[in-house]
């Protein structure tokens, strides 16, 4: 859930702000009465990779919490100084240190209740290399058949898994946009 | 540009914060010292869309900084409890007061120098009723002659009229995503 009210302090002068509409403004934001100070808070984006290696694809098995122990597929919160391109690749190297070539965007969902935007493209796996980074248990490849559907992780890598595959059926591979 | 070390006081308790990398993270982040509390810092969206009427596309120009006076399309940052789409179709009504039905998204656009991504849908407009808010001071309908390139706001606003019109000629709409 998105926590509310999270900003205690004012990040340029420590003193303790309060929530209120500003002016021009039409909803309530941290304004520090010190100096004035207004604190946005937005939604973040995790970007991550549907990586393929013929019929296979890779998944993650996460070494962190939340949902520790569960499959998913390399994505982590975008960065600065990066692109959403940028965010996906490295992801997927830190994550499984597998080898891709980036693809189209291929599902993008905005997950209000905690206020994410999670954005998945394909890729191509370039070779088998895996070398899972300190936040994977394990990385490996997954026939259809062999995916793990009640261990997955997020919902937003449930409905891009099974995107993947419906696409693959059909043979197109359109965006698919949507919420949860 | 983006502002580095910006966050001076944890937002939870106003101790000074200092930068330093993190266990287990591979980035400096603001640390409390006294709490522990990681700052992250992350990129945000901006989402709008392409009002179009007829042959014609709806700009506003601006009432506020930056860029003042100049010409955008209508847009805004994402905010905390809607989906990429709500925000966009917030921002149409807030700008401009248009009615319009959201189309397929059209742009992603990364701006790695100021963190952000802007992301614009395409929008049939359902009526002409125009009903500008404080932020704009005027809005109307351009053809393609008309549109006043030398007076856009923002360079992913004129990427992405320019995508616009393209696609028209060439009767197709795919997502252009790229980064500046």
């Excluded at 302090?9 to 002016?23: I, M």
């Excluded at 039409?26 to 520090?32: D, F, I, L, Q, T």
């Excluded at 604190?39 to 962190?64: D, F, S």
Aim: contains cysteine; glycine residues 8%.
């Amino acid at each position: 859930m998105i926590e509310l009210r999270r900003i205690k302090h004012c990040r340029a002068c420590g003193t303790p702000v309060g929530y209120k509409v500003p002016d021009d403004d039409n909803r309530e934001r941290a304004v520090c009465p010190a100096c004035g100070l207004i604190h946005y808070e937005n939604p973040l984006n995790v970007v991550g990779t549907v990586p393929v290696w013929g019929e296979q694809v890779l998944l993650c098995r996460r070494a962190i919490e939340p949902r520790h122990g569960f499959w998913t597929l390399p994505a982590g919160f975008m960065e600065l100084g990066e692109t959403v391109e940028d965010g996906a690749r490295r992801e997927t190297v830190e994550e499984a240190g597998a080898n891709i070539e980036l693809q189209d965007l291929f599902t993008m969902i905005s997950v209000v209740r905690v206020g994410q935007v999670h954005l998945f493209y394909r890729a191509r796996m370039t070779d088998t290399t895996l070398d899972p980074g300190p936040e994977t248990l394990e990385a490996r490849l997954f026939h259809e058949h062999e995916v793990p559907w009640d261990q997955i992780a997020f919902r937003t890598v449930k409905e891009t898994l099974q995107h993947y595959f419906a696409c693959r059926r059909a043979g197109s591979y359109p965006l698919q946009c949507s919420s949860i």
